[in-house]
């Protein structure tokens, strides 16, 4: 070992998987955005919490920085580790910890994956609702680490709901036990939810008691085709009133095109514009009461075409539309903005930013897709092959800037659910007021005194 600080590291922890091979350095130095070229010092895979400890306090005598890392699925760059940091995976810490049936309460160390964590609930009759597409690979420790969302918030909310308590090594290396699990707890600062979402600045996860709940009652999976963008909000408040939703999704025309060319298989025939799944509780009165809605929805001039699942691989086939998007677009490493806004908000708002977006953007594929019922869109722009990364990242960043104005004017988030990282730190001001980012700065620099903890990520 070349490195001198890694050799004393290596001492304090002869255990302590350590690699500094350069494929080693690339796969755990990046997450899905592959905007930055990865280049970590090392990358220590530690075993237990005492390790982990070990590894901080180790960074803070040589000023090394750490970025903590779960399954690197992130989409803003909150785990990109460019600058000669210390990957710190989560990877190997991957257990259940206990079960407790009288709270219902699942304790997991921070390096299970979602899936996992989902087996782990089911596995005892419960279910741990917060759901999205990369449950296979993203891990709960980075879920709590940006407050991840998905599909099911519309019903369930988002991971902090959650999240009952937190094991985590804060910036000096000291163990925080956060909240214990409990359901009532009136005692001060809730430093719980002040790690949730602060995507590795304040502290490394290592772990959390997660609550369960019971499995939802049988579910209906529909696919809407909608000819217009008015119709989007004008049907979900139709479906909600009427249905019990688990989930409320859209995507457009764009959007299927590609998760087709991926091999999925179309289930509406015809060119509509847009596209809604949606899932609700399906008793027999909510069988009626959907068809009632759909009737309605048609005559009304909301709704184009129609299909419900009939079986539980339609179900999925149905799904696989709406959740296959974000793979078909990877090859083309999409510019994503990942916004939300108050569902009362958007009908105004979204007519802006189509026009906005069709001035900025006449040359560019834009893909749009999301969780409309929780006012949370996903904006996937495409790179035209002509144009290189840098000329088309420019380009996508003025236009950010653009609908962070927008955003602004309409109380809405330049994050929904992504989190900042390194992409959208710049646009932080939009969301956030100065007194607001100065306290967070201050609160960082309690957790943290040496900024250590993923330098340069949500501030910059
Ligand atoms: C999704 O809703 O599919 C995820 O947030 C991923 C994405 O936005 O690409
Ligand atoms: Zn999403």
Same mark, same amino acid.
């Not at 280049?39 to 803070?60: C, F, H, S, T, Y």
């Not at 910036?171 to 001060?188: A, C, F, M, T």
């Not at 709940?213 to 009427?242: I, Y």
């Given at each position: 070992?070349?490195?001198?600080?890694?050799?004393?590291?290596?001492?304090?922890?002869?255990?302590?998987?350590?690699?500094?091979?350069?494929?080693? $350095?690339?796969?755990?130095?990046?997450?899905?955005?592959?905007?930055?070229?990865?280049?970590?010092?090392?990358?220590? $895979?530690?075993?237990?919490?005492?390790?982990?400890?070990?590894?901080?306090?180790?960074?803070?005598?040589? &000023?090394?920085?750490?970025?903590?890392?779960?399954?690197?699925?992130?989409?803003?760059?909150?785990?990109?580790?460019?600058?000669?940091?210390?990957?710190?995976? $989560?990877?190997?810490?991957?257990?259940?910890?206990?079960?407790?049936?009288?709270?219902?309460?699942?304790?997991?160390?921070?390096?299970?994956?979602?899936? +996992?964590?989902?087996?782990?609930?089911?596995?005892?009759?419960?279910?741990?609702?917060?759901? @999205?597409?990369?449950?296979?690979?993203?891990?709960?420790?980075?879920?709590?680490?940006?407050?991840?969302?998905?599909?099911?918030?519309?019903?369930?909310?988002?991971?902090?709901?959650?999240?009952?308590?937190?094991?985590?090594?804060?910036?000096?290396?000291?163990?925080?036990?956060?909240?214990?699990?409990?359901? !009532?707890?009136?005692?001060?600062?809730?430093?719980?939810?002040?790690?949730? *979402?602060? %995507?590795?600045?304040?502290?490394?996860?290592?772990?959390?008691?997660?609550?369960?709940?019971?499995?939802?009652?049988?579910?209906?999976?529909?696919?809407?085709?909608?000819?217009?963008?008015?119709?989007?909000?004008?049907? @979900?408040?139709? =479906?909600?009133?009427?249905?019990?939703?688990?989930?409320?999704? @859209?995507?457009?025309?764009?959007?299927?095109?590609?998760?087709?060319?991926?091999?999925?298989?179309? +289930?509406?025939? *015809?060119?509509?514009?847009?596209?809604?799944?949606?899932?609700?509780?399906?008793?027999?009165?909510?069988?009626?009461?959907?068809?009632? #809605?759909?009737?309605?929805?048609?005559?009304?001039?909301?709704?184009?075409?129609?299909?419900?699942?009939?079986? %539980?691989?339609?179900?999925? +086939?149905?799904?696989?539309?709406?959740?296959?998007?974000?793979?078909?677009?990877?090859?083309?490493?999409?510019?994503?903005?990942?916004?939300?806004?108050?569902?009362? +908000?958007?009908? $105004? @708002?979204?007519?802006?930013?189509?026009?906005?977006?069709?001035?900025?953007? /006449?040359? =560019?594929?834009?893909?749009? =897709?999301?969780?409309?019922?929780?006012?949370?869109?996903?904006?996937?722009?495409?790179? /035209?092959? #002509?144009?290189?990364?840098?000329?088309?990242?420019?380009?996508?960043?003025?236009?950010? !800037?653009?609908?962070?104005?927008?955003?602004?004017?309409?109380?809405?988030?330049?994050?929904?659910?992504?989190?900042?990282?390194?992409? !959208?730190?710049?646009?932080?001001?939009?969301?956030?007021?100065?007194?607001?980012? #100065?306290?967070?700065?201050?609160?960082?620099?309690?957790?943290?005194? !040496?900024?250590?903890?993923?330098? &340069?990520?949500? =501030?910059?």
């Amino acid at each position: 070992m070349t490195d001198a600080r890694l050799a004393e590291l290596a001492d304090r922890l002869p255990n302590l998987r350590l690699l500094t091979d350069p494929a080693d $350095l690339e796969h755990y130095g990046r997450d899905w955005t592959r905007r930055w070229t990865p280049k970590p010092l090392a990358v220590v $895979l530690p075993g237990d919490v005492a390790e982990v400890q070990v590894i901080v306090r180790w960074a803070n005598a040589y &000023g090394v920085a750490l970025v903590p890392s779960g399954g690197r699925t992130g989409l803003s760059g909150g785990a990109v580790a460019a600058n000669g940091e210390l990957v710190l995976s $989560l990877e190997r810490m991957n257990r259940v910890l206990g079960f407790d049936a009288v709270d219902r309460t699942l304790s997991v160390q921070a390096g299970m994956t979602l899936h +996992a964590v989902h087996e782990a609930a089911q596995s005892h009759g419960l279910i741990y609702p917060v759901d @999205f597409a990369a449950r296979g690979s993203c891990s709960i420790g980075g879920n709590i680490a940006t407050n991840a969302g998905g599909i099911r918030v519309i019903r369930y909310g988002n991971t902090r709901e959650w999240i009952a308590g937190l094991t985590v090594v804060a910036g000096n290396g000291e163990l925080l036990q956060l909240n214990r699990g409990l359901i !009532k707890n009136s005692s001060g600062y809730d430093l719980r939810h002040l790690l949730i *979402g602060s %995507e590795g600045t304040l502290g490394v996860v290592v772990e959390a008691t997660l609550r369960l709940t019971d499995p939802p009652p049988p579910s209906q999976v529909m696919l809407l085709a909608l000819p217009n963008m008015d119709a989007l909000m004008e049907v @979900f408040g139709l =479906f909600r009133s009427r249905l019990n939703l688990q989930a409320f999704e @859209f995507f457009t025309d764009v959007a299927l095109k590609h998760v087709l060319a991926h091999g999925a298989q179309r +289930a509406i025939e *015809g060119e509509h514009p847009y596209y809604v799944v949606t899932e609700f509780d399906a008793d027999e009165a909510a069988q009626d009461a959907a068809l009632a #809605a759909f009737e309605q929805g048609v005559d009304r001039g909301w709704i184009s075409d129609g299909v419900i699942a009939q079986s %539980e691989a339609q179900a999925a +086939a149905l799904w696989r539309l709406r959740e296959g998007i974000t793979e078909s677009l990877a090859p083309h490493r999409p510019y994503k903005n990942d916004i939300s806004l108050r569902i009362s +908000a958007l009908p $105004l @708002f979204l007519h802006e930013i189509h026009q906005l977006l069709g001035r900025e953007y /006449p040359h =560019f594929e834009v893909v749009w =897709f999301g969780h409309i019922g929780d006012g949370n869109l996903h904006i996937n722009v495409l790179r /035209p092959e #002509a144009l290189s990364d840098e000329d088309f990242i420019a380009q996508c960043e003025h236009v950010t !800037k653009l609908l962070a104005a927008t955003l602004e004017r309409h109380g809405g988030s330049i994050s929904a659910e992504h989190g900042i990282g390194l992409v !959208k730190r710049a646009y932080l001001r939009s969301t956030r007021s100065e007194a607001e980012i #100065a306290l967070m700065r201050g609160v960082r620099q309690v957790f943290d005194p !040496k900024g250590l903890l993923n330098p &340069g990520k949500l =501030f910059g």
